[in-house]
């Protein structure tokens, strides 16, 4: 209890932002400038700063050394992030945030950011079809809802001029969005030349910042979605692989089967078959040494299964996850990709999950699932087009989560040096603006407000994967079953009239009949009683 309160002052004294480019930083005074310090409407002023909501200050980034995978230096614009853009952004008090302060950080709502609500993310195979069918909606309104936040860089910093007097942004819709990010972390470094780029560089993928970055990704993605539909209780659902045999999702009703006329593509019965990709032409990039700029580059592929069973022999077990959960070591030896007995390369799927050691040219855990899909998700930089990348990315946080439970370790535990480029304690993540810091989220989600549903107690989760669901059913059908109860009612109402009036009239019919017999009998008596009373007198 004592690291969480110590984690939430921690987090109070931190800035949060969303992501790259803030529109009111993305022109020839932002950049010349280079002051990304918006002004807040609710009072006026750069940062909320009169509200005390938080205030413009300098970046200080930090001078610990990287390690020697990226030997250059001054050449790429994410060394030392986010100087080569801005020196000065907000830094937001307390639990306000957003680029401008105007928002509320993780987990927190109300108009003063006083409210903490914890938000929990489902398994979508457990969900009801009407919420299935409300995350996918939502997934194709994202795709087609240009973001009216953030634009995208199309061209380097250089390119734009030293004053910026040739800024270079573009709108970008926000589900690409999000794509277009994880393709500029992860892209390759442009050294100079056609074609002479540098691979060995990746500022969230192959060392320690693999799961916190990732982590504050999935949590602004919920936000943007939260913010475009107003619906504010949703939240990433998540797909349990563990011993899968098949790409379960991978239906029509879901995150779209196989087509039957080219199995690489997409099914014509899915909305994902509609979708372009962007971010995927890496070769052309580097060749004309240009950054994606956004394009549509052709449809979503996917072809799940008919991959190289050599690289990948298999989807990830139970025990290959409970097996990676008990490693206490989070960073060993390099810290890259050749790690041994390191939690993170043998989740992140560079190490065996048997034996914990570094297995090149396999694929497991997490990038077992990316290989599987055989398609778009298999490229690092373009695999955020495949939407099933939120299901698997929301699973796999999910294991860190479990991991950061069972051995609950210091900020210490993260490298603070020597890590790959991008990669310290102290490193901001790319391509964040404002700020947020590495190891400020080596820390359990219940800080960040949102937990997930297998992970709840028996009591809690009963309610959230199986109540739930039924009540939400039901919710779903209530004019339904209302509309059946009250013609159900009004048949019956008619039925017992028809009863009323049909044994009324039988009654009505034995009077008339009972009134028949009597009048006919009403004669013999009165002649009786003319003739006289003897024939009703007894002789004794």
Known sequence: MRSLYVSV????????????FPRPCANSEGLRTKECCPVWDGD?????????????????????????QYPHSGIDDRERWPLAFFNRTCRCAGNYGGFNCGECRFGYWGSNCAEYRESVRRN?????????????????????????????????????????????????????????????VSRDAFLGGPGNVWTDIDFAHESAAFLPWHRV??????????????????????????????????????????????PNLISPASVFSSWKVICTQLEEYNSREALCN????????????????????????TADVDFTVGLPQYETGPMDRFSNMSFRNVIEGFASPMSGMAVPGQSTMHNALHVFMNGSMSSVQGSANDPIFLLHHAFIDSIFERWLRTHQPPRTNYPRANAPIGHNDGHYMVPFLPLYRNGDYFLTDKVLGFEYAYLLDPGQRFVQEFLTPYLQQAQEIWLWLLGAGVLGALIAAVIAALLI?????????????????????????????????????TTM
């Not at 002052?9 to 790259?20: A, D, E, F």
């Not at 006026?44 to 009169?50: D, F, R, T």
């Not at 009036?501 to 009683?529: D, F, G, I, M, T």
């Open 501 to 537: 009036v049909a044994r009324r009239k039988w009654r009505r019919n034995q009077r008339r009949k009972r009134a028949l017999s009597y009048e006919e009998r009403q004669p013999l008596l009165h002649s009786s009683s003319e003739e006289g009373s003897s024939s009703y007198q």
């Open 294 to 317: 956004g394009t549509g580059e052709g449809p979503l592929l996917r072809n799940p299964g008919n991959h190289d069973p050599n690289r990948v022999p298999r989807l990830p077990t």
């Open 9 to 20: 002052v921690l987090l109070q004294l931190i800035g949060t932002c969303l992501c790259q």
């Open 124 to 184: 979508i195979l457990t969900m009801s079809l009407a919420e299935q069918q409300k995350f996918i909606s939502y997934l194709n309104l994202a795709k087609n809802s240009i973001s009216r936040d953030y634009v995208i860089s199309t061209a380097t910093r250089a390119e734009m001029g030293e004053n910026g007097e040739n800024p270079m942004f573009s709108d970008i819709n926000t589900y690409d969005l999000f794509v277009w990010m994880h393709y500029f």
């Open 44 to 68: 006026g002023s750069a940062c909320g700063a009169l509200s005390g909501r938080g205030f413009c200050t300098e970046v200080e980034v930090s001078e610990e050394p990287h390690g020697p």
């Open 217 to 262: 990704y999935l949590l602004h993605w919920e936000n943007e979605i939260r913010k475009l539909t107003g619906d504010f209780n949703f939240t990433i659902p998540y797909w349990d692989w563990r011993d899968a045999q098949s790409c379960e999702v991978c239906t029509d009703a879901l995150m779209g089967g196989r087509s039957p006329l080219n």
